[in-house]
T-cell receptor, first 114, second 116 residues
């Protein structure tokens, strides 16, 4: 079955600390992977995506993610968290050429302490 | 260039009623996807419309139906509402549903539906 698992429902980090959000996937075909962020009252914003090539991808707002095929993982990282990063983060997997039809994880809520 | 817009923002219905949610896609986009996001969950794919035709459907019953208009705006209709239909409904538009290249989809802010 195709699925995305985000093991951490809620994470709290101190401002300036590093961050890693975990994502594991199960997908029959070649996975195309995404990380989205959702702030309260907002739609989803794409942080970064991985299709092929270099397994370390850079995104917006200083985020990066690393694809590890052997571990079926696509973890999101940021070296130094800002208070404005507090939001809900979703990992998703989907088909490359069909712009939608994404399978999302249940999300990780990030809180940032001063 | 305007982004994806959805209306209404909030809606309250009672069980058994019908509801129509609307989505205006981003300029130049011909594909709209709809997702249901229950509280505390990730979005779930409902269906996608490409050039006015349904182009894929998730695991949702037939009482969830949709339309796409010539201007590529879209409607999501839900009949015989159930309590579990309470959720945030998101639409997302992109520039193509069948091309070989990836086309980023842009999400609207959603419609919050409450079924009592």
């Amino acid at each position: 079955a195709q699925s995305v698992t985000q093991p951490d429902i809620h994470i709290t980090v101190s401002e300036g600390a590093s961050l890693e959000l975990r994502c594991n996937y199960s997908y029959g075909a070649t996975p195309y992977l995404f990380w989205y962020v959702q702030s309260p009252g907002q739609g989803l914003q794409l942080l970064l995506k991985y299709f092929s090539g270099d397994t370390l991808v850079q995104g917006i707002k200083g985020f990066e993610a690393e694809f590890k095929r052997s571990q079926s993982s696509f973890n999101l990282r940021k070296p130094s968290v800002h208070w404005s990063d507090a939001a809900e983060y979703f990992c998703a997997v989907g088909p490359y050429n069909q712009g939608g039809k994404l399978i999302f994880g249940q999300g990780t809520e990030l809180s940032v302490k001063p | 260039e305007t982004g994806v817009t959805q209306s209404p923002t909030h809606l309250i219905k009672t069980r058994g009623q019908q509801v129509t949610l609307r989505c205006s896609s981003q300029s130049g986009h011909n594909t709209v996807s709809w997702y249901q996001q229950a509280l505390g969950q990730g979005p779930q794919f409902i269906f996608q419309y490409y050039r006015e035709e349904e182009n894929g459907r998730g695991n949702f019953p037939p009482r969830f139906s949709g339309l796409q208009f010539p201007n590529y705006s879209s409607e999501l209709n839900v009949n015989a509402l159930e309590l579990d239909d309470s959720a945030l409904y998101l639409c997302a538009s992109s520039s193509s549903g069948t091309s070989l290249s990836y086309n980023e989809q842009f999400f609207g802010p959603g419609t919050r539906l409450t079924v009592l």
